[in-house]
């Protein structure tokens, strides 16, 4: 069963222009980790975060969590046209097994 | 360079036949994973593997099966028992200790002809 869900399914944007996607789980985690995929290829780890902390930053990505509310959001600030892509958070199961939601579809365009 | 390396790239596979696809790591990682993907979708987990000669179910296990006999391999077995096997299948694999991201392999892509 999918844990993540993505909001939104598809974004649009001019580069230069931010990006925000949000993800919101149903139970409690461990830690939540976004992942980038570019169409055909395997996922890419971008960012992890625990659940104890509230806010990490790499490079242009900045990753919020909010375990009150069982949600995330990354930033992508100053986008570029490499960034085009699909993100994915995922959420620690009952193991060290991964839940994926469905997805953020990335366009933007030069 | 440290990596997974699945193979082959694309699959062919006819009604009725099992197909094995391969997923090989030399990062020394003791946990191993099989996701499907199928279009405009998530990664759903088929089975994970948290060390040698021991693995578990997870999501959509039916129609598939694995073999963890090498740390460094991960084997999944597409059965003639799995009715939609056309898919985008991917390896992953990470340390067990907690707080590691997974390293994905580059995917397999199987289609039923």
């Known amino acids: 069963s999918q844990q993540g869900e993505e909001d939104p399914q598809a974004l649009s944007i001019q580069e230069g222009e931010n990006a925000t996607m949000n993800c919101s789980y149903k139970t409690s985690i461990n830690n939540l980790q976004w992942y980038r995929q570019n169409s055909g290829r395997g996922l890419v780890h971008l960012i992890l975060?625990?659940?104890?902390?509230r806010e990490k930053h790499s490079g242009r990505l900045r990753v919020t969590l909010d375990t009150s509310k069982k949600s995330s959001s990354l930033l992508i600030t100053a986008s570029r046209a490499a960034d085009t892509a699909s993100y994915f958070c995922?959420?620690?199961?009952?193991?060290?097994?991964?839940?994926f939601g469905a997805g953020t579809r990335l366009t933007v365009k030069p | 360079d440290g990596g997974i390396t699945q193979s082959p790239k694309y699959l062919f596979r006819k009604e009725g036949q099992n197909v094995t696809l391969s997923c090989e790591q030399n990062l020394n990682h003791d946990a191993m994973y099989w996701y499907r993907q199928d279009p405009g979708q998530g990664l759903r987990l088929i089975y994970y593997s948290q060390i040698v000669n021991d693995f578990q179910k997870g999501d959509i296990a039916e129609g598939y099966s694995v073999s963890r006999e090498k740390k460094e391999s991960f084997p999944l077995t597409v059965t003639s028992a799995q009715k939609n096997p056309t898919a985008f299948y991917l390896c992953?694999?990470?340390?067990?200790?907690?707080?590691?991201?997974?390293?994905f392999g580059s995917g397999t892509r199987l289609t039923v002809v």
């Open positions: 995922a959420t620690d199961g009952r193991g060290n097994d991964m839940r």
């Open positions: 975060i625990r659940s104890n902390e």
């Open positions: 992953a694999s990470t340390p067990t200790v907690s707080g590691y991201g997974y390293t």
